[in-house]
């Protein structure tokens, strides 16, 4: 009976270790008052839900993004400090990629992992051309398209997570090690 409740109790504590999630990038929600100054008007915000703002620290740079979803797309608008316009994006899934494409990435994955999990995968468009926000509503597929994807993939016997960015074609334009997880909350 004393083994019982042992194991009850680890079998608990392993159950609520398998819900927890851990956040890979260093980004922070900010108040809109934190949030570089931006055109408002310019953006077709009309029946969003969940408009949030996020500041996201990289190795080189500080982006702050726009989140939000319209219908069932889940959109990110990204700025820099000065509020300048670098690119915008939704959220994919393989199904959504042209299957050429999808058929370079997934060769690239598998010839230089040995497991690999997708965390997700954004279509995103470069905030260089003009109708970069009408193409990202539209929900175009553009040549100058990249696709970004969040992966932990397992090389050399150690598991790591990855930042890989993808032109239209599939071709491998440049992978990163992601940031390890911010546990500046953990009070010891």
Do not use: W
């Not at 608008?77 to 494409?101: H, R, S």
């Not at 997700?120 to 926000?133: A, T």
């Amino acid at each position: 009976m004393k083994y019982s409740y042992i194991t009850l109790m680890l079998l608990l504590m392993l159950g609520l270790q398998c819900f927890s999630q851990t956040k890979l990038e260093r980004e922070h929600r900010i108040k809109k008052s934190q949030f570089p100054a931006i055109d408002i008007d310019k953006l077709p915000l009309e029946n969003t839900k969940h408009i949030r703002y996020y500041r996201e620290v990289d190795t080189s740079k500080i982006t702050y993004t726009l989140k939000f979803k319209k219908g069932k797309m889940h959109y990110h608008i990204n700025y820099n400090e000065k509020g300048a316009l670098q690119n915008t994006g939704f959220m994919v899934k393989e199904v959504d990629i042209p299957t050429d494409a999808y058929a370079n990435i997934d060769s690239y994955l598998k010839e230089n992992f040995k497991k690999i999990k997708i965390k997700y995968i954004q279509q995103r468009y470069l905030g260089s051309s003009e109708d970069v926000l009408k193409n990202t509503f539209q929900n175009l597929i553009l040549p100058n398209n990249t696709y970004k994807l969040m992966l932990r993939g397992k090389k050399a016997d150690r598991k790591e997570d990855y930042i890989a960015i993808f032109d239209a074609e599939g071709n491998l334009m440049k992978t990163t090690l992601a940031l390890p997880a911010n546990y500046d909350r953990v009070l010891y």
